[in-house]
């Protein structure tokens, strides 16, 4: 018997590999004992099974841009670190202009941008005409790029503004520019955990009605999980199976992205970071129990890029992106936390471990050409120090199915 | 990834030595899962209790003077240089006495190749900590000890029963980098060769001074150099036996004369480690090196070989600053438990030691 079967037979979760070949639900049980597992080897090969039945080898990224146009806030999130309060006299509250969002935009002119991901704090001085204002002048200053923006949090909120119900305010949204939602803000839905860490939040209910309303009118979306603060594995099972019912009903969530908490300069800094064990298990059960949603994010920002390339083979399908710009978590942080991957950074992550990097757009849809001109800038850009570091790229380029060894890629 | 790995399956699986080539192709070919999967397989049959040890340590640098240059080093000075000093034997004793208060059982004492420091200075620190605490000294590894040697006019045999005698326990593998000559002639063309430090290794292990083996791969050496290095490492075990523990680790390139090299990744790390282990058919343990790689890719390295988290070492000083993890000891020990393991403390042998 070869060796991964006999540990996947040890580790008791067999028959689980026999319900992912017969299309069979995984049910709230098997949930909680995949969780439970120490055999993460048995519990990587069982979600890379479900994972190269849906994306084969395909490891996806998008070229993309982080904009938090204001970090003020009323929901007091005890989780995060990146808001301050409306009445805050700390001096660190900002609102960016549409004007200063485009200008953002602008700096990365020369960079081939797909996606713009735009989330930020719940800010009730906001009128509603600036969400549209905002839209417009990011869609203008980028007309090439697709704008995912906002969290379900946001969009009560600027449904709230407008004075209108969502599904009225939704199609003026996606005219100004509009072209995905992100998902962020489901934290865990649990009311013991909504209680204690985001009681201003909107409630669990709240949050699936607005991501409901968001794909009836079309707009398809991500969806969200924050593990690794109070919750149980009872709670992250069941949400995990409550979105797996809204996308039998709506079909609008594109991916699944478990977020792994980070405590520092929160109420919760007491609490410890999550392990690198924690960052594959959650990916491998998210992929394992949501069979009905296509892809599965390794968010390299929250998990190390070291993680995410291994994640690869427990589950995830997706790197997100080169990420320019990105401050939520760590807003306050260390400047050695690395905010940036490079293209070549991204390409080789995935090609290192067996992968096919494949570049998409926000929707999902595969872009081909400019993964090529990049791969062609890379090589030229080694220049003279090629010979020098030739063996140390060929040590490290393993199993691409390109049987040329590729040059030395330098950092820029 | 096709099935063509499966005559080397079949070697692991019913225990036989792997070839040269079959270390190449793991490298080359297995998956992430694959290389786990077989790593916990001989793990488990070596260990087969779900048991991760450590060792509450700590390291000592008792001078960054060093004359060698390697390129990939961010701490010596030359002799001479700014900044270059020496330890007073009182600041090496608050350090003992800091590591005693934890419960610890080891010292790793290490520095440069420093020209000012003769055997007899040695020999006097060695007796007086030992005169004075009751600490296993892990100290100076095969570069020091061959200058040393030369220094004193010595033979390497005598010059270690010299240190032994004064209270030298075991040797830390440190400057193993990668044996192979082509490599070591390009990164660090001053120090001893690969064979020299295999000869050091040799004599004492012939003298009961047990040792650890390191790799510092992810420079400028091909695949095949770092399973040349792993064949020389088991060749030798296989002659004295005297190798307690593997350590591979990945370079840093920050800050050093290799800056341009690109960083090793974090599959790299798990791979390595996963051949050291399959490869080293009779080498007891495999180290974490969660110094290098943070704890996160460190835990991961539970399930790909790794039994054994090292040392608590409380400080380095060698590797560039910004490119090392700290990981204090409750960490050390939620991340084993995490994992779903129980951690243990052992001494340098690698007796299990009471809890604390």
Known sequence: MRAIEQQLRGSGLEDILGKIRDGKRL?????????????????????????ERRSGDRAYFVRNLHINYTNICNKLCKFCSFYTAPNSQDGRGYVLSPEEAAARVAQ?????????????????????????????????????????????IELAQIARAAKRSLAEVLPELQAAGLAACPGGGAEVFSDRVHEELFRAKLDNDGWFEVARTVHRAGIRSNVTMLYGHIETVEEKVRH???????QDETGGFMCFVPLAFDPANTELAHLPVTTGYANLREIAVGRLLLDNIEHVKAFWIMITPGVAQIALWYGADDLDGTVSHYEITHALGTPSHRQ?????????????????????DALYNVIEQPLNAAEEQGGRGAGTKTARLHLATVARDPRTSNPEPRTANLEQ | MTGTLDHIEARITAGERLSFDDGVRLFREANPLQLSAWANLVRFRLHPERRVTYVVGRVINYTNVCWVQCKFCNFYRLPGQDGGYVLPQETIFAKIEELLRLGGTEILIQGGVNPALKLEYFEGLFRAIKSRYPIHIHGLSPV???????????????CLARLQAAGLDSIPGAGAEILAEAVREEIAPYKNSADAWLNLMRTAHRLGIGSS????????????QRVEHLVRVRDLQDETGGFRAFIPWSFQPEGTHLGDVKRASGFDYLRTVAVSRLMLDNLPNIQSSWLTQGPKLGQIGLQYGVNDMGSTILEENVV?????????????????????????????????????
Do not use: W
């Not at chain 1, 940036?340 to 998409?360: A, H, I, K, N, Y």
């Not at chain 2, 083996?213 to 095949?224: K, Q």
């Open chain 1, 108 to 152: 990365y002119a020369r960079e081939p941008i797909r996606e713009i991901h735009m989330v930020a704090g719940i800010n009730p001085k906001l009128p509603y005409s600036y969400y549209l204002d905002l839209l417009r002048a990011v869609k203008a200053a980028r007309p090439d790029a697709q704008i995912k923006a906002f969290t379900m």
């Open chain 2, 213 to 224: 083996a390191t790799m510092m791969y992810g420079s400028v050496e091909s695949i095949e």
């Open chain 2, 144 to 158: 020091e000890i061959i200058y040393l040697a030369k220094l004193s006019h010595l033979s390497e045999g005598d």
């Open chain 2, 320 to 356: 560039s600053e910004e490119s090392v993890f700290m990981v204090p000891l409750p960490e050390i020990e939620r991340l084993i438990k995490d994992a779903g393991f129980t951690p243990a403390r052992r001494n340098t042998k690698y007796e299990l030691l009471p809890a604390a």
């Open chain 1, 240 to 246: 995990l199976l409550h979105v797996r019912e809204l």
């Open chain 1, 340 to 360: 940036v991957l490079t293209v070549e950074q991204l390409l080789d992550l995935s090609r290192e471990v067996g992968r096919v990097p494949v570049e998409r």
């Open chain 1, 27 to 51: 049910e709230f049980d098997d949930g909680v004992r995949l969780y439970r597992t120490p055999d993460l080897t048995a519990l990587g090969y069982l979600a890379n099974c479900a994972r």
